[in-house]
């Protein structure tokens, strides 16, 4: 699963993803959490532009939009197959500019927040997206594609965003080239992780303070 994510010093992101038009550097954000508003980078009418979305997908069907808060993730292994999910999944891939992630750990009494981040850069998750309207309004949403984890994400949780390299941005943003091949994780290598303060659990608290590293007091050294 991915709830919080970040982005930041992700500079230059025309060049980086291969924009058609100028655009702001991405502002950083290190706590970002379901329902906030998200540059992510889709296929345009002229190209590869960056759009403002709302985390949490929407499906054009659904009739209160609020059904996106249970949508932050859609399961790769089925994405194809869920109505949610599966007409975007033919049409509608995105790319989510991230530095990182954050992950819980633990017993329900002492869990621990670590923050996920990775080795290369520039990195995105793999996303879809979905327009809605009605007459009281118009969103454009989307959701963070999961696998199952590598040997090292594995000690912390049984599921990961899928993360996208920069020389695989152009066939997933490919609706024809297939996707499953890009669904295995990421090489244990290209990632590494730290155990950071709870205060992250607050998305109020967006400021680099919280991937600061901290100290985890096992159980056993408190007897």
Not at 22 to 33: K, L
Not at 73 to 81: L, P
Not at 126 to 147: H, K, M, N, S, V
Request: glycine letters at 6%; a negative charge; one cysteine or more.
């Amino acid at each position: 699963m991915c709830a919080r994510f970040t982005q930041f010093g992700i500079q230059q992101v025309q060049q980086l993803f291969g924009l058609v038009a100028p655009v702001p550097d991405i502002q950083d954000r290190y706590n970002i959490a379901p329902s906030a508003a998200v540059p992510v980078v889709r296929w345009g009418e002229q190209g590869r532009e960056l759009a403002l979305m709302q985390w949490g997908l929407v499906p054009p069907w659904a009739d209160d939009p609020k059904i996106g808060t249970r949508m932050i993730n859609a399961r790769s292994e089925t994405v194809g197959e869920k109505p949610s999910f599966r007409a975007a999944f033919k049409r509608r891939r995105c790319l989510i500019p991230t530095s990182g992630f954050f992950e819980w750990t633990g017993p329900d009494n002492a869990r621990q927040p670590y923050f996920i981040t990775f080795t290369e850069s520039p990195m995105a998750f793999a996303g879809l997206w979905e327009t809605w309207e009605r007459a009281e309004g118009y969103l454009e949403t989307f959701t963070i594609l999961t696998t199952h984890p590598n040997e090292k994400i594995a000690a912390l949780h049984d599921r990961m965003p899928v993360v996208i390299r920069k020389e695989d941005f152009g066939s997933w943003l490919n609706p024809q080239v297939p996707a499953e091949p890009l669904f295995e994780p990421i090489p244990n290598m290209l990632i590494e992780y730290w155990p950071v303060d709870k205060r992250m659990g607050n998305p109020r608290n967006n400021d680099a303070r919280v991937l600061e590293r901290v100290e985890v007091v096992t159980q056993t050294e408190l007897f």
